[in-house]
C-alpha cells in the first residue's frame, strides 16, 4: 500500500469512527443500550465496507489503471446499495435499535465519503512523474 494510500484511509477512518462514536453516545443517552449497539453495528459496518472499497480501488489502480475511473463509480454504486439492502434487511431487527442503526450508518457514510473528497483535494499525487533519468542540458 503506497503511503498516499495510507494517509487517505487514515483520514478518513478515523473522522467516521469519532462520528460513529458520537452516534453510539447520543443514541446510549436516548434510546439506551440496544441505541448504542445498533450505532456501533452501522458504523462498524461503514468501515469495513469503505475499507475494503479503498483496497479494491488501490488493487485496480496497480494492474488495471486505465479502468480506475470506472471501477471507482462501480465500486462506490456497489457499495451504496449493498448498504442499502443490509439497511432494509435489518430494519425490524430486535438484537438493536433499527433507528440508531440506520442514523449513525448515514452519518458515517456522509462523513467516511465528505472525508475522502478532503483527503483527495489536499494530496499532492503527481499525475505525470517526471523522467528522472533525463538531465537537463
Known sequence: MQSNDVRTLLHCALPTVAAG???VAVSAAVV???GALGAAFGTLLVVLFMVSGLMVLQRTARSLPHLFQMMG???YT???LLLMVVLTALRSSSAFNPKCFAFTLLAATL???AAQVRSHMKAKVLYVEPD???TPS
Request: proline residues 0%; glycine residues 12%.
Open 132 to 134: 528522472t533519468a533525463r
Open 73 to 75: 463509480l462501480l465500486v
Open 111 to 113: 462523513v467516511w465519503i
Open 32 to 34: 439506551g443500550s440496544k
Open 78 to 80: 456497489t457499495q451504496i
Open 21 to 23: 462514536m458520537v452516534g
